[in-house]
């Protein structure tokens, strides 16, 4: 058998050059192949007359001979193979071999060796094939002799020949640091040239080469400590999987109830943020998008498990309906403080949660699948033997076996205002049972939709002057232009003939309706300011209007007692007369009727619908100056004359919460998503109150008032501002958030009564005073704007409130 390293020359010997015969000969399976694939036997160098591996004449036989030969010379390009030669073979280690001091036999003379640890760069039509088909490059540290490249087959898998002029450098490239003792066993990857074709699949080593299979951290996608030049750290197996530990760290054990697969998940958080809880949610949220298959590839590139097996379970037991599989892994459910540091399966509950009150809202949701399958049989059942011992609420068990005697599923979808089994039911059975279950074991229901939510709401907390209505963009920081903010008095009107004691915007923002001490109301068009109607039917000074959900009608409240419905500048009804002035009006959502109030202590609050009829009554007896109701048709609230605000259930008529004030209540206004409920007060306390605990949250300094109505309210782009008039003619607004003043205007004389925003337009508002004046502030800029992108006249009645009598 031929030297597995064929030198140019004789030289000492650094390292084990020759092997024992077991350690050399190539695996069966891959010697027979390259047996059958060596060269023909009569292969001669046609050029050069000679034998393959005669040596040229000119070629010194031993270092003596030629002293001062450079070790890099050009090989010969047309060297052949002897027949049954095992010189194209790659040597397969298995372990490392010591230096040797025994002298070795001359070797004749041949091409100088391949740099070790050096791979080739392969034509493109060269591939490397083993007898299972695979392909890859060889890297070995003993590779031979490049192949010569004549018309005679040859093994394709050979190195490829250097060309003349090629300079072999033993000194170079990645282990030209490494000790004679290490440079047997150290091998590295080559670098692949990026204008090459992709690499195909590596030829699987055996030896100390760690292929993708052996690395025990390469099947999460981290990758391989590399150089500077991209090519790997020559080194044993041993450094080069504690490099990877270093560099990537470890996870020993699962974490908020992941399950980290090979045992290891980076460390490293990801801008001071936890690694895991970032991967989860992004997780969840690809799998929210449609994106499943992006998903699974974070999961298994990670390392990371949106959720262990049992949450999985139990989350698909519910989406599917199988309520026995869901409380019985609900049964096995510890809480936070039972669940050990690291867990990778069962269910952890937060502190406090009540696991009685999860299965109560389970098994309701059965009893109502089963109503809406017509199996009143089994709902009644499980109304029986399953929620009846759960559920101490009587009246809600009343409830629930009235929903028994619906004929139809669809009475009982509209009767327990849930919308089937078909429809979002389960999905907000998740959300609720998710609220009771850890967030490090189940994720709260798109959750990065929700923190997006909130990093939305914080820029526009901060933003001092919004008036951008549109939603904040994600690609960079928000904040409005102090130039865009309504400060400038753009319009006076001055139609009235005394003092203007309220205005109001329509919900469109199309008009604007005001009224005062000269007994009439007058309806403006926006954002021409030209008045469309004079509602001149009253007999006193009117003192409140409020316009249908439609935008179509609008109620009146006069000091004469009576309120009246008006229709497209005509009037519908005049209501029954009052045994006190009527202090305010306000529609339901449903536009079909609507709430008055009075100074009357024995009707003070009733319910009309639009053909003048009385609904129904509170019977309290209370001199109510203002109301409102709620947008989501659960308060009414109710501000009296005693320092005093009731809180009443809207569909029982119950009162609910009462607050006190240290000093009269001036004005109470509601926002338009429900959450809070401003009041103003005499004293000069503007308070926030939030509807959910209603207890205040923010709290604003007015100027103190005197024995007359100042009103308050919201305003702005997502109402972000608070405004309220005052006694000494300003106009104040602050920003609801923060609480910081905005700005202080002195707009009327001697006081401000009221201020309103346009809905539909940020950068508007109006005021009105005893001056008998409106003045309508925005900017000229944005007026212009307006002005130039006015419909035309037809197009301004579109609402009802340009065709009827009394317009100008």
Avoid at 394 to 399: C, M, P, T
Avoid at 498 to 525: N, P, R, Y
Avoid at 589 to 608: E, M, R, T, V
Wanted: charged share 20%.
């Amino acid at each position: 058998m031929f030297s597995v390293v064929a030198q140019s020359q004789r030289r000492p010997v650094q390292a084990a050059s020759f092997l024992p015969n077991e350690l050399t000969r190539p695996p069966p399976t891959t010697r027979a192949f390259l047996q059958r694939r060596a060269p023909p036997a009569s292969t001669v160098d046609v050029e050069n007359q000679r034998p393959p591996f005669e040596r040229p004449s000119n070629s010194p036989s031993s270092p003596s001979e030629s002293p001062g030969a450079s070790r890099t010379q050009t090989p010969n390009p047309q060297i052949q193979l002897p027949p049954n030669t095992l010189l194209s073979a790659p040597i397969y280690h298995r372990r490392t071999i010591a230096s040797s001091s025994r002298s070795q036999p001359p070797v004749p003379a041949q091409n100088p060796p391949s740099v070790l640890g050096r791979r080739r760069r392969r034509s493109e039509t060269e591939h490397i094939e083993d007898d299972d088909g695979r392909e890859g490059a060889q890297n070995s540290q003993h590779l031979l002799n490049q192949a010569p490249r004549n018309p005679a087959p040859r093994p394709t898998h050979l190195s490829r020949p250097p060309n003349p002029g090629d300079s072999i450098n033993p000194t170079a490239g990645p282990l030209a640091s490494a000790s004679p003792s290490s440079a047997s066993t150290a091998f590295t990857r080559g670098v692949r040239d990026p204008q090459q074709e992709p690499p195909r699949k590596r030829y699987k080593l055996i030896g100390t080469m760690i292929t993708e299979s052996d690395d025990a951290f390469s099947q999460n996608g981290s990758s391989r400590p590399v150089c500077a030049n991209g090519s790997t750290v020559a080194g044993s197996s041993t450094s080069r999987m504690a490099s990877n530990s270093a560099s990537n760290g470890t996870h020993k054990s699962v974490s908020n109830g992941s399950m980290v697969k090979n045992g290891k998940a980076p460390v490293s958080p990801y801008f001071g943020h936890n690694r895991e809880e970032v991967t989860r949610i992004l997780i969840q949220t690809l799998s929210d998008m449609g994106y499943h298959e992006a998903a699974t590839i974070v999961s298994e590139d990670s390392g990371y498990s949106l959720e262990n097996p049992d949450v999985a379970a139990f989350r698909n037991a519910v989406s599917t309906g199988r309520w026995e599989e869901a409380e019985a892994l609900l049964f096995g459910a510890m809480t936070a403080d039972e669940a050990p540091e690291f867990v990778s399966s069962g269910i952890v509950l937060v502190p406090g949660a009540n696991t009685q009150s999860m299965r109560f809202w389970l098994r309701q949701q059965k009893f109502l699948e089963l109503l809406e399958q017509r199996d009143t049989g089994m709902a009644l059942h499980v109304l029986r033997s399953e929620l009846t011992p759960l559920c101490p609420d009587k009246n809600r068990l009343h409830f629930l076996s009235s929903l028994v005697m619906c004929g139809q599923p669809e009475d009982v979808r509209a009767s327990a205002s849930w919308d089937g089994a078909d429809g979002t039911s389960r999905e907000n059975l998740l959300s609720l049972l998710s609220t009771c279950i850890s967030p490090s074991v189940m994720l709260p229901q798109h959750r990065l939709a929700s923190l997006l939510h909130q990093a939305k709401s914080g820029q526009v907390a901060r933003c001092l002057y919004h008036t951008d209505a549109s939603p904040p963009s994600l690609y960079s920081d928000h904040m409005c232009n102090k130039c865009d903010f309504p400060l400038e008095a753009v319009e006076i009107l001055d139609k009235h003939d005394g003092e203007v004691w309220q205005l109001k915007f329509s919900h469109d923002g199309k008009h604007l309706a005001t009224c005062g001490s000269d007994k009439q109301v007058i309806i403006w068009e926006i954002p021409s300011f030209t008045p469309l109607h004079y509602l001149t039917d009253h007999d006193d000074g009117v003192a409140n209007v409020d316009w249908s959900p439609d935008d179509t009608k609008l109620v009146t409240c006069c000091q004469d007692r009576h309120a009246r419905l008006w229709d497209t500048g005509s009037l519908l009804k005049k209501l029954e007369r009052q045994g006190e002035p009527i202090s305010a009006c306000s529609w339901l959502p449903d536009g079909q009727s609507f709430i008055i109030s009075s100074l009357d202590l024995h009707n003070s609050i009733a319910q009309y619908n639009l053909s003048g009829q009385k609904l129904g009554d509170w019977g309290k007896k209370h001199r109510v100056e203002d109301l409102v109701i709620s947008p989501d048709e659960q308060w009414l609230v109710a501000m009296t004359d005693r320092q005093t605000i009731h809180v009443y259930d809207l569909a029982t008529k119950q009162e609910a919460h009462t607050l006190e004030f240290s000093s009269r209540a001036y004005s109470i206004s509601m926002s338009q998503d429900a959450r809070y409920l401003l009041v103003n007060t005499k004293g000069g306390d503007v308070s926030l109150y939030d509807t959910a605990s209603w207890e205040v949250i923010q709290a604003y300094k007015a100027t103190p008032g005197g024995d007359f109505i100042i009103r308050c309210g919201f305003g702005g782009a997502n109402e972000s501002f608070i405004f309220c008039g005052g006694d000494n003619g300003e106009v104040l607004i602050f920003h609801k958030t923060t609480g910081v003043s905005v700005a202080s205007m002195r707009c009327h004389q001697p006081r401000c009564n009221s201020a309103a925003w346009n809905p539909a337009d940020p950068k508007m508002f109006a005021t009105c005073g005893d001056d008998n004046k409106i003045k309508i502030w925005s900017t000229k800029q944005h007026m212009d704007d307006l002005m130039r992108n006015m419909p035309s006249h037809s197009s301004r009645a579109s609402n009802g409130w340009g065709d009827g009598e009394g317009e100008i």
